[in-house]
């Protein structure tokens, strides 16, 4: 089977966009064809939205958690003393740091305006399978701006694809983040309103992971943009739906995570990282493989009795790790199933072999088959705990303080196995229990950063960011140099230049 490619070349530092085949995220390029030859059939829309999502995963794979939870200061250097990872954790952001280049995620945008753009020039099979392509183009995009306004703040905003190097707006400038938010708002409540109550994908976005997003944005524009209560119900009320679906949590908190499980009833939308796809035995394609760390010392292990389940070595350098402060918060009480599943830290008596590791990340340890590690462990970005948390938050930002805490105790009832962990909490008491339950729940998820800003706790609880409120743009990130060269619009984030 031959695919219709169309290639762009973008002045926001991004190359091609391009599409992938139906069931497989990773995109094979036979040939080059013009915009107009490849909006015909039905799946060249589906086509797109794959490649999208491929780019989606791009974008995703190495940055999510330099975005999402690196600058929360658990984190720290592992066994390599990266300066990379040492300095995002003390918010110390430079340009051309790791994180700082957005070309991958306007890539991702670039494919939804595509789909937008073309959904009506082609014939489909029926009208749901229109509806569904033109949701995920809309989630696609939404999702992606979130992210952008979050992390640089201002930033181009583009509705109309790049289908010709020569188009006058080829070279954007930044628009207000209000602009984006309000881009991000509409795109999911036209997403809500298109995707069939019937598709129950994983890989790709569903009625629950667009309700998700939308828990997510309206929390923040509650929190952040002076949204008030209104915001908080829409975000109360797509908890609620989220939470009346087929999902469930599964009794045992590992197993959510086991490469054998990755289409387990919890999770709601993650990105796949599958063996012979596009994982192999000496690859390390996200993130995941910055938590173990190379060793030349297995044999020397196992002389020592120690297993390869116990000490997970892997084939890359040791980058990052939980900081010794979030270590002992998540294993101070053995009665949470989830810190023993996240991490392990080794005896004294192990660091005395000076072989090889001090903590290690466990939940995504990937498979370990002919003395190789596999990193094949899928990406979460929702699961089902989160929907409970969001509700939580949104019902706190209501002054429903009882009905957040009963929220936050279904969570607790997973971990823990009790009734009513939480009660008779102030609002700061409530506050403070959310981002607890999200730093036990979502270790490594990319999820702790933007619980402290949604819960505006940034300045008080991170110590690297204490009494920098009036530091210009510190929460925000700079922009690659390489974008502002390629594009001489693009201005530097302020605070940067």
């Known amino acids: 089977m031959k695919f219709k490619i169309f290639t762009a070349a973008l002045a926001l530092g991004l190359a091609a966009s391009l599409s992938s085949c139906l069931n497989d995220l990773d995109v094979i390029q036979p040939s080059n064809f013009t915009s107009q030859n490849m909006w015909t059939e039905e799946n060249d829309a589906v086509s797109a939205v794959n490649g999208a999502y491929k780019f989606l995963r791009d974008a995703l794979k190495d940055n999510n958690n330099f975005w999402g939870d690196l600058r929360s200061n658990l984190w720290t250097s592992g066994k390599v ?7 995002t954790g003390l918010n110390e952001l430079t340009v ?5 280049n957005w070309a991958n995620l306007y890539k991702v945008i670039n494919e ?8 009506d020039d082609i014939t489909y099979s029926n009208l749901e399978t229109k509806n569904e392509i033109l949701a995920q183009a809309y989630f696609l995009r939404a999702f992606v701006y979130y992210q952008i306004a979050r992390i640089w703040g201002d930033a181009p905003l583009c509705v109309n694809p790049f289908e010709s ?3 006058e707006d080829m070279y954007p400038s930044r628009n207000p983040a209000s602009e984006l938010f309000a881009l991000v708002e509409s795109d999911i409540e036209n997403a809500v309103k298109l995707m069939p109550a019937s598709v129950k994908k994983i890989y790709q976005a569903s009625p629950a992971a667009i309700h998700m997003l939308r828990a997510d944005y309206y929390n923040w524009k509650g929190s952040r943009l002076g949204g008030g209560n209104d915001a908080y119900q829409k975000a109360v009320d797509s908890a609620n739906a989220i939470i009346g679906m087929d999902y469930k949590m599964l009794d045992d908190f590992a197993s959510v995570f086991k490469p054998d ?3 387990n009833k919890e999770l709601i939308f993650t990105l796949p990282f599958i063996v012979g796809e596009n994982v192999t035995a000496a690859t390390s394609p996200n993130y995941f493989a910055y938590f173990l760390a190379q060793t030349e010392h297995t044999q020397q292990l196992l002389n020592n009795g120690y297993s390869l389940d116990y000490v997970p070595v892997g084939t890359h350098a040791q980058y990052s790790i939980p900081n010794d402060e979030y270590v002992d918060f998540l294993l101070k009480d053995p009665a949470d199933q989830r810190g023993a599943a996240s991490v ?8 005395n072999t000076q072989l090889v590791l001090k903590v290690v990340v466990l939940k995504f340890a990937g498979t370990w088959k002919n003395n190789t590690r596999s990193f094949d462990c899928d990406m979460p970005i929702y699961r089902l705990p989160e929907a409970y948390i969001l509700k939580a938050e949104a019902l706190k930002g209501m002054g429903d303080l009882s009905g957040a805490m009963q929220a ?3 969570v607790e009832k997973r971990a823990r196995g009790v009734d009513n962990y939480y009660s008779g909490l102030d609002k700061e008491g409530v506050t403070l229990a959310i981002i607890d339950e999200v730093k036990m729940e979502f270790v490594a998820e990319s999820k702790t950063w933007w619980t402290y800003l949604r819960n505006n706790k940034e300045f008080q609880l991170i110590s690297s960011l204490v009494g920098k409120e009036n530091k210009q743009n510190i929460t925000l990130w700079p922009v690659a140099q390489e974008c502002i060269n390629t594009n001489k619009n693009i201005d530097q984030t302020p605070g940067y230049d």
Do not use: C, I, M
């Open 81 to 87: 003393n990266d300066p990379t990872y040492a300095r």
């Open 96 to 100: 051309n740091w790791t994180g700082s």
């Open 112 to 119: 939804a305006n595509l789909v937008l753009k073309h959904a």
């Open 165 to 167: 190097e020569k188009q």
């Open 261 to 263: 499980n990755k289409k």
């Open 344 to 351: 392990r830290k080794y005896t004294d008596e192990f660091l």
């Open 408 to 410: 936050l105790n279904v």
